[in-house]
Every structure is written in structure tokens, then in C-alpha cells.
């Protein structure tokens, strides 16, 4: 479906006209795109941001072919944060395809005035444009109906009237676009300035008197009252919809009813198709070790590749249903809504609403929580969700966290684990509070901080295209994340492999203690000593940091475990209780090692594609190494002081 996608790289012939999408959030540009593309596009960043542009091809009835660029909302010229800056300025000089040959304005016919302004806006500033109007169908519905040609001669660019879910003037877009380059002569473009308070309450009034003349009154009602009756209020199914969703105590029963349902089908509905992906690739791993046979280069395919390549599809399945329900929350109109109702307390600790979601996802996995938090404009408050997302107990976890509950809580008193797992998961999200009201303590808010958000209709979203779009940027995560993850997964192979074993030595455990992995085991052991563990533990540690859950299987490897899946656990806890630090003598695993190791699992950074996704989404190592220097050494520290602690008061 995709191979025809460019991701990088596009050749503008000289028969290829370069249109630029611009318009207002929630003005139904994507959908435009989507329509006039056909869904056939890619996605890529601004150099040296991380504002998303999509890119697409469309056959103009004139016979050029244009790129379609969809350029993120902006609300005027004028920026106000970095994100609106990069937008703006690639308007007037792409760095990609630099000036547009055509601007296409996105138009809410039901807010007419306020994108006139920024239509004249572009227009003032040289560029040939076009003039899509959405929404004329809930314009009719309250009774209104518009003169789109006597809007294009009051504006000064052809007004389309365009519906892109059902395919309406679509073609009489496109060949408006051709005309405007053919006849239109090509200006200088020249960035305006911000303006006056007077300047820009000049423009708004003329803007609001040309919208008084192309908007006609076709019920009993006159132009005047129609327009009162419309302005403030949406349609009456989003009015009635609010009375729910909004209301102070019911709204919030919905959204914790809907967010639970949204974590719920993260979890749960992606968990058999993880478990599906790892079986596939457990078994293609066993297939390759069988039929190639003994030796490294068979291990290095097994064990390196296919099983390196199967960390990163594992996490596909949750990337896509987290893609697939933003996607139809965000379509749908309620999404917005669930920001109101949760900026108040965000705002204690200096987020947003916008932040919600990301921190929620981040619950079943940190990688499509860092892609989510794209939704968050303020640059600051965007990385600082970033920052502070591993802090949230990942589905990666829950391996360990069962593992070294069971070690601590009888079986007798599963609900007693039960509490204890609440109470990680709460641990979590206290650490991540913690460290954002610290930051927002010592550093000072740069860009302007508000949550303003306009609240769109209610709206049925458009599956195919949902779909479409779901498959696209997972497509897009293994491209990007999953060459780092793959590389970095070969490397501790590498280590847990090499030097080549002693023919003599054929066992798991003897090649282990002799491998790259266990020398720097033993040479880390030192600081394994305070935390109350030997090298073992030290080498599930770092084994771990290709993926959390990895720490239970290495930790059987390195104990001499043996047995089935079904009581692998069993087998695991039965060696633990039994296992003693090979420099002290003393019990290996404690109350005291077990709640220190605990602490260091709940807040220690060990995820290479955590800190692969979250390199790429901040682009720069700075919050990767912010995260893994930081909050691992939070962690380690934190796990002695515990274990020590404990020790000093007689449990050991």
C-alpha cells in the first residue's frame, strides 16, 4: 500500500506545482488532504523540530501535478510558540520545497470572519490563493446559506465550498488551484508584521462585515438573528452531547468511564496480539537455530536478528490501537473535551490537559506515549511530559513486579498482591508529579502557558481513512525506531555471547559466567555489593536494558534455572529463596533486596526503545540522557538507602 510513499526525499519537476494547506485547527484541513490525496502520503518532520508536515500528490485538471503539503494549524502570521514559528516560516520558505506556488486557506464557514483574517493575511503576504470552505452543510442547517462568488470578490481569491467526507468539490478545488497559477502573476512574498491592536481590530471588522454580506438568511429568521443564533452555539447534537460530557459531575464519570475503556483496550485488546507477534517470532527463531544448527552464526541469526527484529514488532500491535482510538477520540470531537476536564489538576504541577492521554498510555507502553505526546503544543510542557512518561509502570513491568511480589507476599493473599500492585502503579505516577513540580520550580516558563482550546463538533470519523492513517505511522515507528533498536539488540547478543564457549563447557550457565556480559558483571559488582546483590543480578540488570520484562528470563539463566513455561516461575522463587551472595554468604534475595530492587524498577530508565523514541520525538540526546543518567542514578541511590535502611532496622 505504501510503496509508493517517499519519506525524505521529493523531486519537484518543473510540470509540479507545490500547494500549501493552511488554515485554523479544527477547520477540517486533514480531511481535505486526505480526500484530494487520497490517503497516499507520507509524514516527516521540520528540520530540527518536532512539528509533522504530510506530503501528497494531486492531478490538476490542468495537467500539472502537484505535491500537496499539510502544513500543521496556525491561528494567524503571528506565532506564539516555537512550533507556530516553524510552521509559519516554512510557509514562506519551505525547507523542503520552499515558496508555495499555491496556498490553499482552510475556511469555517460557520466562523467565517476569523479565517478571513488569516486569509487576508496570506494574501497581503504575495502568495496566489485558494479558498476552501468546509462546514457549509452545518452553515444550512442553522438556516444560513453562502454566496461563495461574492465571497471570492470580497476576499480577493476563489471561495470553493468543499465537504471532503463526501467527495464534494473536490475537482472545482483542484481546477481552481490550476487557474490561480495560471493567471495570477507571481509576487514578491514578504512576511507581514504582527500589527497594531488598532491594525488587527481593523482587519477583524472588515473581515466580520464581508462575512455579513456573503452569508444570506434562508429561513423566517433575518441575517441578524440568524447569526446570533449560530454564533455562540454548535449544533444541537454536540450541544446535547455536552450537556453530558461537560456536565461537573457526569462528565467526569464519562471520562473516567471512557479513559478506563481507552487503557483497557491498550492493555488488554493488544495483549493476544503481542503474545501472537513474540510466539511468531519465538518460533521463527527456533526454526532458524534447528535448521542451520549449532554454532554462532546460527545464534547470531536466532537469537540476534529474528529475536532483536521481534523486540521491536512485539510493540506494534499497541502502537496501532493507541493510533487507531486518539485518532477516532481526536475525529470524533471528544478528546478536547477530555482535556478541559483534566487541566485543573495537571495545572498543580505545571502540565495540561493535553498531557493526560500521553501519561495514560505510558501505563502499557512509553513509545506510543512519547508519540502521542505530539498533541501537546507548548514545546516545554511537550518535553516535559516526554521527561517524565517512563515514570509511568509499563506493561514491561508487570513480569518483574509479579516476579518479586511473589517472593514477598504469601499465596495464601492474592489480594495483598493485588494492593501492592496498585501501590506501584501509584508510586509511579507520585515520581512523575514529583519531578515536574521540581522542574517547574527551578525553571521558568519561557513560552506563554495557556490552555485555550476551541471545542470542535461532534463528528462521525472516517474509518478508512482512520485505518489508513493507523497503518501509516506504525509503518513509519519501525522504519524509524526500529534500525536503533535492532542494532542495539544485536550488541547485547554480542555480549552474552562472545567469547565463544569451551567445547568442554557446554552448559547455558558455564557460557554465561565466561561471556563479555558476565565479565562486566563482575566488574559492575561493586556496585551490585551495596544494593545487597553479586554479579547475577547485575547481569539481569543489564540484559534488562533491551527490554524490562528480559530480566526474568536472565535472572533463570543466571540462577541455573531449569523447567517448563508453566512453572518457570515457580522454579525461578524456589532458586531465589535458596541463592546466596557469592562475596558476603548472606541470602541473596531479602525483604530488604526484593523492596530496594523494587524502588529501582519503578523509577531506573531501562529501555532502548524508550530512549530511541524519545531521542527522535525531542530530537536530541539531551532528555534521553537526562532520563537514563538521572533517573537511574535516582533509582540506585534510592535502592541502597532502602536496603541499608532496612538493614540497620533489623530486617533483612
Known amino acids: 500500500m505504501y510503496k509508493d510513499l517517499i519519506e525524505t526525499e521529493h523531486h519537484i519537476r518543473k510540470d509540479e506545482l507545490v500547494v500549501m494547506l493552511v488554515g485554523q485547527p479544527n477547520t477540517g484541513k486533514t480531511t481535505i488532504f486526505n480526500a484530494l490525496t487520497h490517503s497516499h502520503f507520507s509524514t516527516v518532520n521540520y528540520p530540527g523540530s518536532t512539528v509533522d508536515y504530510s506530503v501528497g500528490e494531486l492531478q490538476i485538471p490542468s495537467g500539472f501535478k502537484a505535491q500537496i503539503v499539510d502544513t500543521p494549524g496556525i491561528l494567524s502570521l503571528t506565532p506564539h510558540s516555537p512550533d507556530e514559528e516553524v510552521s509559519i516560516s516554512s510557509l514562506f520558505n519551505h525547507p523542503e520545497f520552499g515558496v508555495p506556488d499555491v496556498v490553499v486557506v482552510m475556511a469555517d464557514a460557520t466562523q467565517l470572519s476569523r479565517q478571513i483574517y488569516l486569509a487576508g493575511q496570506i494574501k497581503a503576504a504575495g502568495f496566489?490563493?485558494?479558498?476552501?470552505?468546509?462546514?457549509?452543510?452545518?452553515?444550512?442547517?442553522?438556516?444560513?446559506?453562502?454566496?461563495?462568488?461574492k465571497l471570492g470578490i470580497l476576499a480577493g481569491m476563489p471561495a470553493i465550498p468543499v465537504q471532503g467526507i463526501r467527495k464534494r468539490g473536490l475537482e472545482e478545488l483542484a481546477e481552481a488551484i490550476g487557474k490561480v497559477y495560471g493567471s495570477v502573476p507571481k509576487q514578491e512574498i514578504k512576511r507581514p508584521d504582527a500589527g497594531t491592536l488598532e491594525t488587527i481590530s481593523e482587519s477583524y471588522r472588515i473581515a466580520e462585515e464581508i462575512e455579513r454580506s456573503v452569508i444570506i438568511a434562508t429561513g423566517e429568521k433575518t441575517l441578524e438573528e440568524a447569526l446570533r443564533i449560530a454564533k455562540p452555539h454548535p449544533d444541537d447534537l454536540t450541544l446535547k452531547l455536552d450537556k453530558i460530557f461537560l456536565h461537573p459531575v457526569w462528565g467526569l464519570v464519562m471520562f473516567l468511564l471512557i479513559m478506563t475503556g481507552f487503557f483497557t483496550a491498550i492493555f488488554w485488546l493488544a495483549a493476544p496480539l503481542m503474545d501472537a507477534v513474540d510466539a511468531g517470532f519465538s518460533l521463527l527463531g527456533d526454526f532458524a537455530g534447528s535448521t542451520l544448527g549449532s554454532g554462532w552464526m546460527s545464534d547470531f541469526i536466532s537469537g540476534g536478528i529474528i529475536t532483536g527484529f521481534g523486540a521491536v514488532m512485539v510493540f506494534v500491535p499497541q502502537i496501532m490501537i493507541l493510533f487507531l482510538l486518539l485518532t477516532i477520540l481526536e475525529d470524533s470531537g471528544y478528546l478536547a473535551r477530555g482535556a478541559m476536564l483534566v487541566d485543573k489538576p495537571l495545572a498543580a504541577i505545571g502540565l495540561n490537559g493535553r498531557s493526560f492521554v500521553p501519561l495514560l498510555s505510558g501505563f502499557a507502553c512509553a513509545i506510543p506515549a512519547m508519540m502521542a505526546a505530539r498533541t501537546i503544543p507548548n514545546t516545554r510542557e511537550r518535553m516535559l511530559t516526554i521527561l517524565i512518561i517512563p515514570l509511568m509502570s509499563c506493561s514491561a513491568r508487570l513480569p518483574v513486579y509479579a516476579l518479586l511480589l511473589a517472593f514477598l507476599i504469601p499465596a495464601d493473599k492474592p489480594w495483598l498482591g493485588g494492593l501492592a500492585m496498585t501501590g506501584l502503579y501509584l508510586a509511579g505516577l507520585v515520581s512523575g508529579a514529583v519531578v515536574t513540580a521540581l522542574i517547574s520550580k527551578w525553571t521558568k516558563q519561557t513560552e506563554e502557558s495557556s490552555f485555550i482550546l476551541e471545542l470542535p463538533a461532534y463528528r462521525l470519523p472516517q474509518l478508512s481513512i482512520i485505518f489508513k492513517n493507523t497503518l501509516y505511522k506504525s509503518w513509519l515507528y519501525l522504519r524509524k525506531a526500529g534500525a536503533t533498536i535492532l542494532v542495539i539488540s544485536i550488541l547485547i547478543w554480542g555480549l552474552t555471547y562472545f567469547p565463544v564457549p569451551d567445547q568442554h563447557d557446554t552448559s547455558v550457565s558455564g557460557h554465561l559466567q565466561e561471556s563479555y556480559a558476565a565479565q562486566l558483571g563482575k566488574v559492575l559488582e561493586p556496585v551490585m555489593q551495596p544494593m545487597g546483590f553479586d554479579w547475577r543480578v547485575g547481569v539481569s540488570l543489564i540484559t534488562a536494558f533491551a527490554a524490562r520484562e528480559v530480566f526474568v528470563?536472565?535472572?533463570?539463566?543466571?540462577?541455573?534455572?531449569?523447567?517448563?513455561?508453566?512453572?518457570?516461575?515457580?522454579?525461578?522463587?524456589?532458586?531465589?529463596?535458596?541463592?546466596?551472595?557469592?562475596?558476603?554468604?548472606?541470602?541473596?534475595?531479602?525483604?530488604?533486596?526484593?523492596?530496594?530492587?523494587?524502588?529501582?524498577?519503578?523509577?531506573?530508565?531501562?529501555?532502548?526503545?524508550?530512549?530511541?523514541?524519545?531521542?527522535?520525538?525531542?530530537?536530541?540526546?539531551?532528555?534521553?540522557?537526562?532520563?537514563?543518567?538521572?533517573?537511574?542514578?535516582v533509582a540506585y541511590i534510592g535502592a541502597v538507602a532502602i536496603v541499608q535502611g532496612l538493614r540497620f532496622l533489623g530486617i533483612s
Open 553 to 633: 528470563s536472565s535472572l533463570a539463566l543466571t540462577l541455573n534455572v531449569t523447567g517448563d513455561e508453566e512453572t518457570l516461575q515457580g522454579s525461578i522463587l524456589s532458586a531465589m529463596k535458596t541463592s546466596v551472595n557469592e562475596k558476603t554468604g548472606l541470602p541473596l534475595f531479602t525483604t530488604a533486596t526484593i523492596l530496594g530492587l523494587l524502588f529501582y524498577f519503578i523509577i531506573a530508565m531501562q529501555c532502548i526503545s524508550t530512549l530511541a523514541v524519545a531521542k527522535k520525538e525531542t530530537n536530541g540526546w539531551k532528555i534521553p540522557l537526562l532520563q537514563l543518567g538521572v533517573y537511574t542514578a
Open 128 to 149: 496566489r490563493c485558494v479558498m476552501a470552505v468546509t462546514m457549509s452543510d452545518l452553515l444550512e442547517k442553522r438556516g444560513l446559506k453562502l454566496d461563495a462568488g
